[in-house]
């Protein structure tokens, strides 16, 4: 019999950006015996590597489901990864959390899990699982852990399953508190495989790497203090 | 000079269905000397006729910009709005009040806002408004005050304007303490046209309102009481 099977057959949301937090997270809700539901949103990205991830993990993972909500947000325009923006590169990771970063997608937590809570009550699901992290969070203000509890709060009180059914579909941040190292060591010992992650905002058109953008310097110095060996291919090796 | 450059110029989002109460919410921030940024969604509703009058109204009162944004609701299933259910009809207004209605949307406010939230931030705008009424509620748990506390909570903390600027957007619901007559009423004082509206849960195929839905009975009741004469096209006289 299969473990999940003697487990808790309860339903988890992931929001999955096809990255390495989204990824382990999802690895731990299926090691918590949750039949998973992976969603993603196409809202205008500026390259289709993420959602190709995406999928690719949803599939590694064995998710029941893989849902990409389409998600005009280009249209009302403001960030580096939907607008024609330069991508910071090089930066020192000081920079990255002292400031809100212009890649910094207005509401963008927010907009999706609003829709992951749409989500869930249709299927009845127990939890929204998000792999915020409020660590090498870069300065977004919305993966606080204050951030999730407001919106915990307005969860309850938005739903029919909040206010009639007095169940509360939790938001679930099993990363808030874990270094991407810490993060990457999880997922090791769960048996992911992170070369099918994409992480880098500026990759080629193959999808390889670029190795110099926030994304990518948080993502390889993780693997580095993990000790976990890099499987990221890089448009060329990093110095 | 235009009144509306004497006052004001700061920007408010309105979220519009093409209906009595955004409309008259519309009309109130025009009145207040607000730019007026117009956003409505196309989320897979059964029938246009929703957006044809958000366009009209938008035009009508002299929107800046009427945007749409289309969403991929269908796919995450779960509403009579949606899907293929039947809408109710010639409900009693207790019924209406007592339980949530099958026409509720999972967490669509909270979508909306979310998404209004991302365009504010964009714009600079100084409030979001949304003609959510707690009297005439029909039963969504998403049109009360104490939703919209906690979505002003969560907005103060989900964005860079609230956390790095520390100036909050405020979601502003000035119809929520009044009946459905007193928002025709005021609306009708500032000069609203209510033929340009739609509110029908059903309507026929060239958008004329079933008189029977919730939201018709409603509006004609809302009509009766105001003692303003009733504009809305009907499929037949209602008894």
Redesign the interface.
Known sequence: MNTSETLNKAIAIILSSGGIDSTTAMAMAKQDGYRLFSLSFDYGQRHRHELAAAQRVATHLGAERH?I?????A????SALTDNLEVPKDRELRQMTEE?PIT????????F???A???A??LGADRIVIGVNAVDYSGY??C?P??IA??Q???D????T???DRRSIRIHTPLIHMTKAQIIQTGAALGVDYGLTHSCYDPSEEGLACGRCDSCQLRRKGFEEAGVSDPTRYRRVPS
Request: glycine share 10%; hydrophobic share 50%.
């Open positions: 849902q909500v389409n998600l005009d947000l249209g009302i325009g403001g809100i910094y997608v207005p509401a963008r937590n927010t907009i899990l609003s829709i809570l749409a989500w009550e249709v203000p919305d606080r204050e951030y407001a919106f709060a307005l969860a009180l938005a739903t029919k909040g206010v009639q």
